[in-house]
């Protein structure tokens, strides 16, 4: 079993940044597929970026350029960097994780909010 706790999240000013953390309960080194995934009201959960774990990356459209995903195997974290946030980044932001073999899993969420 895999547990996952996303932080970080907040209120943030258009133009500003923000970065999630994900902890991860077993060796980060374990698991194939990191990835965000986001869920604004009324919206379904739409995937934002993976990073595997020979550390490939992929962005959605609307994320890239400005957000980046990383991990430290040493603190068996992932982490989110968003700048430039938009209006439209506000969501519930969603921590996945994917270990071949043994199925996905899911956190609890971080609320990220972008208002002036």
């Known amino acids: 079993q895999v547990q996952l706790v996303e932080s970080g999240g907040g209120l943030v000013q258009p133009g500003g940044s923000l970065r999630l953390s994900c902890a991860v309960s077993?060796?980060?080194?374990?698991?194939?597929?990191m990835a965000w995934y986001r869920q604004a009201p009324g919206k379904s959960r739409d995937w934002v970026a993976t990073i595997t774990r020979t550390d490939g990356t992929n962005y959605a459209d609307s994320v890239k350029d400005r957000f980046t995903i990383s991990r430290d195997n040493a603190k068996n974290t992932a982490y989110l960097q968003m700048n430039s946030l938009k209006p439209e980044d506000t969501a519930v932001y969603y921590c996945h994780a994917t270990k071949i073999g043994s199925g996905g899993y899911w956190g609890l969420g971080t609320q990220v909010t972008v208002s002036s």
């Open positions: 077993v060796n980060i080194v374990s698991i194939d597929v």
